[in-house]
């Protein structure tokens, strides 16, 4: 050791004071040059390095936080602020992780979201199972900057990143008899939430719905990698329905004939129906749709009719009774 | 084990500061913005909480006085049960100006016509006359019997606080489910007591006491 302190009391004042003292015995060769230290530092930092990236399997690398790219900006982003990073990622329903809106953000280790595989089933030409990383070089990958209305009556603006359902769809070639696509997110019930709802989460959109240019893949925020509690690595996004529609961490997409029966119908057949479009003249029978918290702000602002994508999405429900079909 | 009136006054005072604590804690989580992204949501939730816990806690204190013989833990009921109405008026008043802002219109319409507002806020305007009535010269004007019989408002109150927090989660209902187990055994209790008294009449045994006439002055001197 170069250096050794002692404590001594100075018997003059009584005080207790510390002295440094260089004992004379070391010699300078014996101490540590500085480039030394900082290489065994470097060795050490390289080595473990090393052994963390042989330990882990290949598509953990990409982590929550790690940037996604140069990525192509999006005519049908928003012009509106987007709302702070902090606020999307630590908010979050996602009862997988835990019912509290805190709980997903300090439940991630619950969820591994490498390696992954999504499953293109059912009424399609060609069923296919994709792995993440060919899912993230299908399409070129654009930032999306949408609102997010939650059912609950509060709402966010989010810089998603990811790719148009469509061009995952166009590759399985939908069936002529397929009207409907089913999402299906990952469920473990080793690690899970038990009950509250029937496991796995799952969603559904009509066809023509799924096919929309706005109905989006996420597999991102902020430019960065998903993080877990927004649905790593993979998530639906139909930013003119309540939020509850875009499922999360999917596992398999199947394209049916029938209407699928989604897991908040389950849960509350009155209160939840398939399509689940914004619409503040229909009432969630509990509370009003009207009015939503932009969150991080003060005042309350008007929902607006489908969650102000209207121009682009109205016209998929003409003729249609919204009140029936909620 | 009886505490000296000093002593009382010691424990008054602890208790008060104790039931400060919950309010200090969301004002200065409002301050340093710690209550999460949706902080209004979080406040309305924290003082209706509040309220439900409180109006427990009052119920409570019969129990243990009637199990522990502590009987002056009743000189602490009137400041728990006000600690409930101040929550349920902040609970309110949270609703009114920081999520409504004071929309009279929306307000109205959602206490017609949501049933789960309609519930509370029906409970906190049953509260109302219970605080009013909650300082000595009232329990002396109505007379211990009829005051009494008033203040058994509670119990209603503590079922509609139970149902107006079941009747608003959208699906993980865990923990109204834990208030409304506690509701149902405090008030289990009392109308188990009540049988009893009325099998022990029954059986001939039974002398009426002057226990609540006599006490209620006593409490409040």
């Known amino acids: 050791m170069p250096f050794s302190v002692y404590l001594t009391t100075n018997s003059h ?3 207790a004071a510390m002295l440094i003292r260089r004992p004379t015995d070391i010699l300078p060769s014996e101490i540590t040059s500085p480039e030394l230290y900082r290489d065994r530092r470097r060795f050490l930092a390289q080595s473990t390095a090393l052994a963390l990236a042989a330990a882990l399997p290949a598509g953990l690398a990409r982590a929550a936080g790690q940037s996604l790219g140069p990525l192509a900006k999006s005519p049908y982003s928003i012009g509106e602020t987007p709302t702070p990073y902090k606020a999307v990622t630590t908010y979050n329903n996602f009862y997988e992780l835990g019912t509290d809106k805190a709980d997903p953000a300090e439940n991630t280790h619950r969820l591994k979201p490498a390696p992954w595989t999504l499953r293109v089933e059912g009424l399609v030409n060609k069923p296919r199972t994709f792995s993440i990383e060919e899912l993230l070089k299908l399409a070129p990958l654009e930032e999306r900057i949408y609102r997010m209305r939650c059912v609950e009556g509060w709402s966010m603006v989010i810089p998603w990143v990811g790719f148009p359902l469509a061009s995952l769809l166009k590759l399985v070639e939908p069936q002529g008899s397929a009207k409907y696509v089913e999402f299906v997110s990952h469920y473990d019930r080793s690690t899970m939430t038990r009950g509250v ?37 993979i998530r639906l996004v139909v930013p003119w329905k309540y939020g509850f529609k875009g499922a999360k961490s999917l596992v398999t997409l199947r394209l049916t004939e029938k209407q ?12 939840y129906g398939f399509y689940s479009n914004v619409n503040p003249e229909v009432d969630h029978p509990r509370w009003s749709q009207a009015t939503e918290r932009r969150i991080g702000e003060f005042s309350k602002r008007k929902t607006l009719m489908f969650n102000g994508y209207a121009d682009q999405v109205a016209s998929m429900y003409t003729g249609m009774d919204l009140r029936r079909f909620f | 084990m009886t505490p000296t009136t000093p002593q009382l006054g010691a424990i008054k005072t602890a208790l008060f500061a104790l039931c400060l604590v919950p309010a200090f804690l969301l004002w200065r989580g409002l301050e340093m913005d710690t209550l999460g992204a949706n902080p209004i949501e979080a406040l309305t939730r924290a003082t209706g909480e509040w309220t439900l816990r409180f ?13 522990s013989g502590w009987h002056w833990l009743v000189r602490l009921r009137r400041m728990l049960g006000l600690f409930a109405f101040a929550y349920g008026v ?8 920081l999520d409504q802002f004071f929309d009279w219109h929306a307000i ?79 008030l289990g209790l009392r109308a188990w007591w009540r049988e009893q008294e009325r099998r022990k009449q029954l059986a001939g045994g039974y002398l009426p006491q002057p226990r609540f006439e006599s006490k209620v002055i006593k409490i409040f001197e």
């Open chain 1, 197 to 233: 709802l029937e496991w796995p989460y799952n969603e559904g959109l009509r066809l023509d719905e799924a096919r929309h240019p706005l109905t989006l893949l996420a597999v991102g925020l902020y430019g960065e990698v998903l993080p877990v509690q927004n649905g790593a690595p």
């Open chain 2, 55 to 67: 109006l427990l806690i009052t119920l409570t204190v019969t129990p243990l006085r009637k199990y």
């Open chain 1, 260 to 271: 699928p029966i989604t897991a908040w119908m389950k849960a509350g057949p009155s209160e």
């Open chain 1, 13 to 15: 004042n009584g005080h």
């Open chain 2, 108 to 186: 109205v319409k959602d206490i017609l016509k949501r049933p789960f507002i309609t519930v509370g806020f029906a409970a906190l305007v049953l509260m109302t006359p219970l605080a009013a009535t909650s300082f000595n010269a009232a329990i002396r004007k109505l007379g211990g019997r009829r005051w009494q019989a008033l203040h058994r408002a509670i119990y209603p109150i503590a079922v509609m606080g139970c149902v107006h927090f079941w009747w608003l989660v959208k699906k993980d209902i865990t923990e109204p489910l834990i208030y409304a187990l506690i509701t149902a055994a405090l």
């Open chain 2, 90 to 97: 902040t609970h309110l008043l949270t609703y009114v100006w």
